[in-house]
């Protein structure tokens, strides 16, 4: 199966990205064709500091070597450097209902968020998103849970665009974790852990131990005191228990076996603890690769060079079907 994904290069990476999405990724580039790419042009739709991009997609990209993105099994690349992507998303806009993106609520939620620059490209955002996925004729995207909409728009555009002018397009589907699709805010359990929330909400892939102590040890939980999963009445508990079982690989039935007469303090202090231990070999390789600039450039760039010909494939034959010859 033909795997593709991508993250905007904003800001730190955390558990939630790594569990909902990254994690995944890792786990198909065994056995799929699997192209990820770093979202560059999708980060320009909010406001953000020319001089900083760089040094933030060059972060992105460490971030994703130094937790198992392989570019020796997976194509690795930045989004801006191969132009079909913008070329696709010009011409998906002529089949691309206006509605449905006006209706998208990650457009409605920056749109609140960021009301003094409601720019073209943050309504055009999933277009974009659906010619990253459609210029690959990928079949699987996989995704957390927040993202699941503009798949499901991607399916759309892809199934106008056959009928009207032949098929061109396999229409993706969204692959969710069974467990971790939406990792919740440690500082507010009934909203998702994003970077958009605050450092608070979120314990980055490379923490330092100290403040994975004070932001695990300080998550917001409920008065009572069995551990139990019950994300509706406990969702403070049960985000703790789902983050405790993804990084360990137990069950959450055996983890509320282990601390049945313990309380939450022991919970988040052993949680604690797993974090560091499993977080520790990111932080290490993180710190090997920033000394490592030229190997990483060069291989954005060699996987560029590998996924170049799929792109100007597609590009050539939707063109060809649209009447741009
Ligand atoms: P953020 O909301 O922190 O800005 P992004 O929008 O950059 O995160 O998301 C990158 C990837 O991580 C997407 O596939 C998204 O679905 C996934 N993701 C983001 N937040 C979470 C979360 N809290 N739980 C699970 N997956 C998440
Ligand atoms: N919109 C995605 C996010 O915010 C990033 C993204 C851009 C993406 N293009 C993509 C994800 C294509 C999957 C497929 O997380």
Partial sequence: MRILSGIQPTGSIHIGNYLGAIKQWIDFQEKNECIFFIADLHSLTIPYKPEELQKNIF?????????????QKSVFFVQSHIKEHTELCWLLNTV????????????????KQFKGNVNTGLLVYPVLQAADI????????????????????????????????????????????KLGAKIMALNNPKQKMSKSLGPQSYVSLFEDSKEIKKKVMSAVTDTGKVIKYDPKRKPGVSNLLTIYSLFSNK??????????DKGYAQLKKSLT????????????????????????????????KRAQPIASSTISETRAKMGLV
């Fill in 273 to 304: 603890q797993l974090l560091i231990d499993s977080l520790d070999p990111f932080r290490r390789k993180r710190k090997e690769l920033l000394t490592r600039e030229v190997f990483v450039k060069e291989t954005l760039k060699l996987s560029a």
């Fill in 59 to 71: 972060e992105a990209a460490i971030a994703h070597l130094a937790v198992g993105i392989d570019p």
């Fill in 134 to 177: 459609l210029l690959y004729k990928t079949q699987g995207v996989p995704v957390g849970k927040d993202q699941v909409q503009h798949i499901e728009l991607a399916r759309t555009i892809a199934r106008k665009f056959n009928q009207k002018f032949g098929k061109v397009f396999p229409e993706p589907k969204a692959l969710l974790p």
């Fill in 96 to 111: 691309c209902p206006v509605g449905e993106l006006q209706r998208m609520t990650q457009y409605k939620e920056k749109a």
């Fill in 251 to 260: 069950s959450i039935k055996e983890l509320e076996k282990k601390f049945k």
